[in-house]
């Protein structure tokens, strides 16, 4: 074969070499999920772990916190989504407008089920919810998300009733309960670290109850399909604490 025959076929040799690892980066950064303009797709939704998940999360959380949260094409995303959904994990978060889940994790349209509930209590539907997001549509990662400050502790340390409200706070109340080493004049609203403790002792309680009123969630835990975990917010740094 002539040289510049050779020549030529190796540099296309090259150049199809070169094109497949592009491609092939291409594909692993979408099945990753690291691709900010798409969404998680199937296959990248099965080969997250639980940990990894978690990882990922975490990970966002602070890129929020530091103010570099990833820029994304929405339109993209909204077209990527239509189709199908395989979020990586489903968040139970309180009511609050201070916490925007997606943004606090730096996740966009596809990526996470957020529930959301004054007090981030747990109930049927809430439950249900889970079950469906992980059982059902591939989540691999359950959270039960506090933050500081929250109004619905603070309703349910003062006894506030209100129409349902009520209702909804004395489901609080056995986290009230639950913190010692304060005495009967400390445990009131405008102690903030009876508050905190009560925040995070609810968190707590929520995430136990996730198991103990979810066989669904329990049995996909102890085999390791999915994990559950509890974290808190916190407003004035913008950082997420796990706390369980």
Known sequence: MPTNQCFMRSNIMKYQSLLFASVLLGLTQVCLGQDADLPLSQAGQQAFTP?????????GNERFA?????QRDITARIA???QGQYPKAVILSCLDSRVPVEKVFDVSIGDIFVGR???NIVNEDQLGSMEF?????GAKLVMVLGHSQCGAVKGAID???LGNLTALLAKIRPAVDGVEGFSPDQRTSSNDDFVEQVIDQNVHDMVAQVREQSSVLAN???SGQIKIVGASYDLNT???ELID
């Open 51 to 59: 940990d990894q998940v978690l990882e990922a999360l975490l990970a």
């Open 66 to 70: 530091a103010g570099e949260a990833t």
């Open 80 to 82: 990527a989504s239509a």
């Open 117 to 119: 509930v004054a007090g």
């Open 133 to 137: 997001a992980t059982k059902l549509a």
């Open 159 to 161: 006894g506030a009733e």
């Open 220 to 222: 996909l835990e102890q």
């Open 238 to 240: 913008g950082k997420v």
